[in-house]
T-cell receptor
Framework: GAVVSQHPSWVICKSGTSVKIECRSL??????MFWYRQFPKQSLMLMAT?????????EQGVEKDKFLINHASLTLSTLTVTSAHPEDSSFYIC?????????????FGPGTRLTVL | GQNIDQPTEMTATEGAIVQINCTYQ??????LFWYQQHAGEAPTFLSY????GLEEKGRFSSFLSRSKGYSYLLLKELQMKDSASYLC????????????FGTGTRLQVFP
């Protein structure tokens, strides 16, 4: 099946710093990637839809100036958490849709655990 | 908008059968997915239903009734490794990419 990678797998940073998370589709091209956030014992919450070559579409309540998304190529999307604070500590997961799949299945990356001190 | 409900937690015994239900309300339905997620890991795809009926894949089966806004995931011959969270996700009809996830059901399998 299609493989999606994320980097880093975990990161610890000080409050006020910015953190960049990369999401790559390794063996397929993804015109659309998705960024989710998951707090402990909760389900995935869609943050934004990342489209290659255009601006991301953010879900209601997600600050676009705080969570910067760049989808510069068909295999890479990045999420930058700017001026991170402890409440941003969470598990961030990206997914990419393979257009060749019969049901347009989304493939998920392994996730990035962010801890803001 | 979308509203998806699942039981929060379930327990079962190794070797048994368990059914995890998912009900949804949506103004536009274009498919339902089930994912398995172990703690600290990303979700992995289990099944997809877009038409009414039962889809069987090994020990796992998924059922959909669009008129009732209802789906279930059936796990047979439970194994300890099946202890995980099971996420129901609905895809919107006007956006074939966007998935809305339910709260997830944490299943604990006991020996």
């Amino acid at each position: 099946g299609a493989v999606v990678s994320q980097h880093p797998s975990w990161v610890i940073c000080k409050s006020g710093t910015s953190v960049k998370i990369e999401c790559r589709s390794l063996d397929f091209q993804a015109t659309t990637m998705f960024w989710y956030r998951q707090f402990p014992k909760q389900s995935l919450m869609l943050m934004a839809t990342s489209n290659e070559g255009s601006k991301a579409t953010y879900e209601q309540g997600v600050e676009k100036d705080k969570f910067l998304i760049n989808h510069a190529s068909l295999t890479l999307s990045t999420l930058t958490v700017t001026s991170a604070h402890p409440e941003d500590s969470s598990f961030y997961i990206c997914s990419a849709r393979s257009s060749s799949g019969s049901q347009n299945e989304q493939f998920f990356g392994p996730g990035t655990r962010l801890t803001v001190l | 908008g979308q509203n998806i409900d699942q039981p929060t937690e379930m327990t079962a015994t190794e070797g048994a059968i368990v059914q995890i239900n998912c009900t949804y309300q949506t103004s536009g339905f274009n498919g339902l997915f089930w994912y398995q997620q172990h703690a600290g890991e990303a979700p992995t795809f289990l099944s997809y239903n877009v038409l009414d009926g039962l889809e069987e894949k090994g020990r796992f089966s998924s059922f959909l009734s669009r008129s009732k806004g209802y789906s279930y995931l059936l796990l047979k011959e439970l194994q300890m490794k099946d202890s995980a969270s099971y996420l129901c996700a609905v895809r919107e009809v006007w956006n074939t990419d966007k998935l809305i996830f339910g709260t997830g059901t944490r299943l604990q399998v006991f020996p």
